[in-house]
């Protein structure tokens, strides 16, 4: 198997028969006769009261987890940056993304197999998004992708108004797939609820207008609500999640135009913004080639391989690509939550399947950094936040430190907490 293949396996865990089998980066399935063996050596470990987890070969890690004692989900991944702790948020955003789509109903209750099999088909695509997606990282950290906006005061009352008058209380203006602004209520949401929604809507091909059903995982499993989404311009959708009323026509006809026309110039700069996730005028250390930070109270979250202005990377010869950024920051985030940052849970639980720190140890790290030959990394844990940042290989390693202090401090400085929707506070000492 190809060193970047991983493969999902869904079955009912009373029976065992699969319901569906996705992969990523590679062209084979796996047989029948592999997945019953996978699904056989943990029905074994069952029937001998035996919780089997995890487990490692050579070139492969395997997860196993059952959910609501009714759903099996398998996954076997030979990616080198693989984690227990990864490979477990994967399923957990598959189970959840199964629910938000068909319910927890149909998943609990299993009364046809088949039928079953053919309403998992609409999940199809959404799921493959947290197998192939490489630009985003709400997976690991259950947070949703932010952008502060020029005009974000502007389009925040457009949309508060645009959402009442919808007769709803949850509205959301998106572009790129990230936020960038949202009513109250919808960020009181639970933030797993939240990340998926967004998810859904950046995973459907764009659309002038949309009714899409959806039950909330995590805040209405078995109830479903309507998900209607509007293209204002190309790349930037608003979503208002409501009840029976209003009609898709009736909002599309008589409110978009009338809340939204006015602003279209506001709503294309938030498309110029987007590839960096805040304006240029938040000044970086140059050495900076990758940035994720997290806001841990309000499940924000800044990320961007593109943290200097446009006109600056297109001087710079990109030794470093954008796909190699991409890929250095979410394997050094899926290391440092895995091993040296005590990871939570949606709810403040601690998670069960943390991997412990390297025996001797029983502290847990506030930062930590790894070096190669094409870049260095380096992640800061306060109270507050999380910042993980990716260099230049030039950039001295001593420097780092005080490097990811200013840049916190910069950024929490230069935005605004009234006017932005990731709503950073100034910085706490480590």
Not at 175 to 194: F, I, N, P
Not at 230 to 245: A, R, T
Not at 279 to 308: M, T, W
Not at 383 to 392: A, D, G, I, K, P
Request: with cysteine.
């Amino acid at each position: 198997m190809e060193e970047t293949s991983v493969f999902l396996v869904c079955l009912t865990a009373s029976s065992g028969v699969p319901l569906y089998c996705r992969s990523k980066g590679s062209s084979r399935q796996l047989t029948f006769s592999v997945i019953g063996s996978l699904n056989g050596v943990h029905m074994f470990a069952n029937n001998q009261d035996v919780l089997l987890m995890s487990t490692r070969t050579e070139n492969s890690r395997v997860v196993w987890r059952t959910f609501h004692d009714s759903i099996n989900l398998i996954v076997m991944s030979c990616e080198n940056t693989a984690s227990d702790f990864s490979l477990n948020k994967l399923l957990e955003n598959v189970f959840s993304a199964m629910v938000l789509v068909i319910g927890l109903d149909d998943l609990v209750n299993i009364k046809n197999v088949e039928r079953l099999k053919k309403e998992l088909r609409a999940c199809y695509k959404l799921i493959d998004s947290f197998l192939t997606e490489s630009e985003k990282m709400a997976d690991l950290t259950q947070c949703v992708d932010c952008i502060i906006a020029h005009d974000v005061a502007i389009l925040q009352e457009c949309l508060d108004g645009f959402t009442q008058a919808a007769e709803s209380e949850f509205g959301c203006l998106m572009a790129g797939g990230k936020v960038v602004a949202a009513t109250e209520k919808w960020w009181r949401l639970a933030s797993q609820d939240v990340m998926l929604l967004c998810w859904l809507v950046a995973s459907l091909s764009p659309h002038s207008s949309r009714d899409y059903p959806v039950y909330l995982p995590q805040g209405s499993p078995t109830v479903p609500h309507r998900l209607l989404t509007f293209q204002l311009v190309p790349g930037v959708d608003v979503c208002v999640l409501c009840g029976p009323s209003p009609s898709l026509q009736k909002v599309e006809s008589e409110l978009v135009e009338r809340f939204w026309k006015p602003v279209v110039d506001p709503l294309k700069s938030c498309l110029r913004v987007q590839l960096r996730s805040f304006p240029a005028s938040v000044p970086l250390h140059h050495g900076i080639v990758g940035l994720l930070l997290v806001n841990r109270d309000l499940n924000k979250r800044l990320y961007s391989v593109q943290v200097h202005p446009m006109e600056e990377m297109e001087r710079t010869e990109l030794k470093f690509t954008l796909e190699q950024r991409r890929a250095a920051l979410r394997s050094f985030c899926t290391l440092a939550l895995s091993r040296y940052f005590n990871p939570d849970s949606v709810d403040g639980k601690n998670t069960p399947y943390e991997e412990r720190f390297a025996s001797g140890f029983s502290h847990h790290a506030h930062q930590c950094y790894t070096v190669s030959s094409s870049h260095k990394c380096y992640a800061v844990k306060t109270e507050l936040h999380l910042l993980f940042l990716v260099f230049q290989p030039e950039v001295p390693t001593f420097s780092m430190q005080t490097i990811a202090s200013k840049t916190l401090q910069q950024i929490s400085l230069s935005v605004s907490l009234k006017s932005t929707t990731i709503g950073l506070a100034p910085a706490r000492n480590c």
